[in-house]
T-cell receptor
């Protein structure tokens, strides 16, 4: 199984600032994803992080707000830009290895915007 | 819009009973199906995966898949208070748009 590490695990951010979340996987994976889980809600896919190219964003999410990088097979970052209280959520990195039979999640980054 | 629907819950069962969690999905091209457990304040934890029609058993957990009916379920036998959590059904889409879509989750409470 893959172990996914995220940091920061928790942060309190000021309105209007930006925060970058890092995701590191302990083995090479084929696909990496970023999800958001707002309070009391299920997981919503933000984007698929593509190695060496622009991420593929889901409807309702844009690159200017959520820039994503994936410079190699095991590392990705998500930036939440110009934060507002509505961005207070858990942000989860996930990854799947070859064959896509199992999808793993990191422990999540819990962001509170004040 | 590819959707995954779950019982709204909450579902409450007595300790030792069977808990039954249900999920339907809209994308007939879906290939893989997962059940995740999420404790309050924690990230989702994969507990079962199923890829073909029929039943798959793992300890006290049984996943059931019926692709013709676009239906997947999770049975938890001999439910324990430690099973109290939100259970998320997730569906892996096929075709060229690989992604995992989650249902809203069902909150299960097992009463001692």
């Amino acid at each position: 199984s893959a172990v996914i590490s995220q940091k920061p695990s928790r942060d309190i951010c000021q309105r209007g600032t930006s925060l970058t979340i890092q995701c590191q996987v302990d083995s090479q994976v084929t696909m990496m994803f970023w999800y958001r889980q707002q309070p009391g809600q299920s997981l919503t896919l933000i984007a698929t992080a593509n190695q060496g190219s622009e991420a593929t964003y889901e409807s309702g999410f844009v690159i200017d707000k959520f820039p994503i990088s994936r410079p190699n097979l095991t590392f990705s970052t998500l930036t939440v830009s110009n934060m507002s209280p509505e961005d207070s959520s858990i942000y989860l990195c996930s990854a799947t290895a070859e064959g896509r039979n199992t999808i793993y999640f990191g422990e999540g980054s819990w962001l509170t915007v004040v | 819009q590819k959707e995954v629907e779950q019982n709204s819950g909450p579902l409450s069962v007595p300790e030792g009973a069977i808990a039954s969690l249900n999920c339907t999905y809209s994308d007939r091209g879906s290939q893989s199906f997962f059940w995740y457990r999420q404790y309050s304040g924690k990230s989702p934890e994969l507990i079962m995966s199923i890829y073909s029609n029929g039943d798959k058993e793992d300890g006290r957990f049984t996943a059931q898949l019926n692709k013709a009916s676009q239906y997947v379920s999770l049975l938890i036998r001999d439910s324990q208070p430690s099973d109290s959590a939100t259970y998320l059904c997730a569906v892996w889409s096929g075709g060229s748009n690989y992604k995992l879509t989650f249902g809203k989750g069902t909150l299960l409470t097992v009463n001692p």
